[in-house]
């Protein structure tokens, strides 16, 4: 399995910054940093992935430590619709393929 | 992103029967398609791995001839749940990805399956 560590839970309010950690001491040099999320009673949804350079998209960002053992998943201004559960994943290319799902972190948004 | 469609978004069924839930990638190739069961308030479990024309790869403790998947086609794949009892209860989703390339998973919507 691909081991990652995030919070259980985190809270902000609308329209601030949030930054969602996650740990995964045991990432090898081809290793992909996948994150998912999910809203109730829906399958998940692809927010974004990387290797070692921060990447960007229409949804977030993603900051890669340098050593590639921490990740944070940045939603620049969060909104209502943004609460959900946030995976975090690793990518092995020794798992072909299939990606093994954590706890995640349940975000919580405040009017 | 990618469109992957399943269906029926939720079905009941009886004790004893079989439901088949399908899964679309309606607009990429999925070489590989995957199956997950979730209960409430716990995480993804994955259960197989059908690539398209092989048999399915099934996880550890995951029974095979109780959950029968079949990925006939690039574009479709399907899950039977055979024999049906109320512990089968559970939200059943389905991924698709194109290996071929560097992307990402891609989900269906889910399946609520509820057996009485």
């Known amino acids: 399995d691909a081991k990652t560590t995030q919070p259980n839970s985190m809270e902000s309010n609308e329209e601030e910054p949030v930054h969602l950690p996650c740990n995964h001491s045991?990432?090898?040099?081809?290793?992909?940093i996948h994150w998912y999320r999910q809203l109730p009673s829906q399958g998940p949804e692809y927010v974004i992935h990387g290797l070692t350079s921060n990447v960007n998209n229409r949804m977030a960002s993603l900051a890669i430590a340098e050593d590639r053992k921490s990740s944070t998943l940045i939603l620049h201004r969060a909104t209502l619709r943004d609460a959900a559960v946030y995976y975090c994943i690793l990518d092995r290319g020794s798992t072909l393929g299939r990606l093994y799902f954590g706890r995640g972190t349940q975000l919580t948004v405040w009017p | 992103g990618a469109v992957v469609s399943q269906h029926p978004s939720w079905v009941i069924c009886k004790s004893g029967t079989s439901v088949k839930i399908e899964c679309r990638s309606l607009?990429?190739?999925?070489?590989?398609m995957f199956w997950y069961r979730q209960f409430p308030k716990q995480s993804l479990m994955l259960m197989a791995t059908s690539n398209e024309g092989s048999k399915a790869t099934y996880e550890q403790g995951v029974e095979k001839d109780k959950f029968l998947i079949n990925h006939a086609s690039l574009t479709l794949s399907t899950l039977t749940v055979t024999s049906a009892h109320p512990e089968d209860s559970s939200f059943y989703i389905c991924?698709?990805?194109?290996?071929?390339?560097?992307?990402?998973?891609?989900f269906g919507q889910g399946t609520r399956l509820t057996v009485v």
């Open positions: 991924s698709a990805r194109d290996l071929q390339g560097v992307v990402g998973a891609f």
């Open positions: 607009d990429f190739q999925a070489t590989t």
């Open positions: 045991t990432i090898s040099g081809t290793d992909y």
